[in-house]
């Protein structure tokens, strides 16, 4: 559930494998672990499923050790390739998560298309639901923003301040949903309003440089009242992609994908003698596909957003 300085808390649950499997606990054990020696540099990171030796009782001071990670579902991961850290890393975030939400304000700060687009290409390499939240609807419209994602076919829920979440809550319930955005979204807000007990920490945005502070400090799993987890995670101000290939990228396109057996060997499918600007052109797939599907594999590349 979280990690810090080398401590794994981890919640051990009744009802087996089967509970855990679809995101839903009932209350269990709060244990405190660390890692055995014999798994060497084996990350272990949220939402990880482990199996725990020693004492387990979670009694005050008392301490267990994870021997075995159990495997992955799924795993987000970055690389930090860019303006935060530059040794090219691969960074896993959060394991066995199956739905990512992408949390954007609309205004204060403003919308950050190439960092929406760089998170998009990091759920469709992990083979996690996308999911759009667009917070402070009250101080802008979302229709901008929504229409520049129709045509990936991207889900999306709009909240404002003091607003319904009701439809959050919908998308949310049942599954394990990883948060990620930018610091001063709201991302952490919106994590008290589902979880009250979370507490935590609320951003303010630089009025000078449009930026929010970093609150959240490392990952934390929170259980939904309702079913399911969240997992808020600190926000970011990049997400390098250097370990995501372009043809992975491509295979979010499924009507896209056909259009590539005639591009040359190598092809980044941004170039002149790319197959799918014919492919478009004889009416196999939507134009406004292809531009989007270029649009993200320019955010992958890391190149300044154009707007």
């Known amino acids: 559930m979280a990690v810090d300085r080398g401590r794994y808390t981890c919640l051990v649950e009744p009802g087996g494998e ?8 009932a209350s269990g ?31 005050p001071d008392t301490l267990a050790r994870i021997v075995r990670a159990e495997p992955r579902t799924s795993l987000l991961r970055r690389s930090a390739d860019d303006t935060e850290d530059t040794d090219g890393i691969e960074r896993p975030i959060v394991a066995n998560a199956d739905q990512l939400v992408i949390v954007t304000a609309l205004a204060d700060p403003p919308p950050r298309p190439r960092m929406i687009d760089r998170i998009l290409v990091a759920a469709y390499d992990a083979e996690i639901d996308p999911l759009l939240c667009l ?25 404002s301040k003091g607003g319904d979440l009701d439809p959050l809550r919908a998308e949310l319930t ?23 007990e979370a507490g935590r920490a609320v951003s303010h945005v630089n009025p000078v440089t449009g930026r929010g502070r970093h609150t959240s400090t490392s990952a934390v799993a929170l259980e939904l009242p309702e079913g399911g987890w969240i997992i808020d995670t600190p926000g970011v101000r990049s997400f390098g992609l250097a370990h995501v290939s372009p043809d992975t990228v491509v295979a979010a396109f499924p009507d896209l994908v056909e259009g590539t057996v005639d591009c040359p060997k190598g092809c980044t499918h941004r170039d002149d003698d790319c197959a799918l600007d014919a492919w478009v052109a004889a009416g196999n797939a939507d134009p406004a596909r292809l531009t989007s599907l270029r649009r993200l594999l320019a955010s992958r590349e890391g190149e300044p957003d154009p707007d």
Do not use: C, F, W
């Open 18 to 25: 089967r509970r855990r499997r679809r995101g839903v606990s």
């Open 29 to 59: 054990t709060l244990v405190v672990a660390m890692k055995a020696r014999e798994l060497g540099r084996k990350g272990i990171v949220v939402g990880d499923r482990v199996r725990l030796v020693g004492d387990v009782s979670g009694r």
């Open 135 to 159: 917070t402070k609807a009250d101080l802008a419209p979302p229709d901008e923003l929504v229409a520049q994602y129709d045509p990936l076919g991207v889900p999306y829920v709009v909240v």
């Open 174 to 196: 049942g599954r394990i949903s990883v948060l990620v955005g930018h610091s001063g979204v709201g991302k952490s807000t919106l994590v008290n309003a589902l979880v009250p």
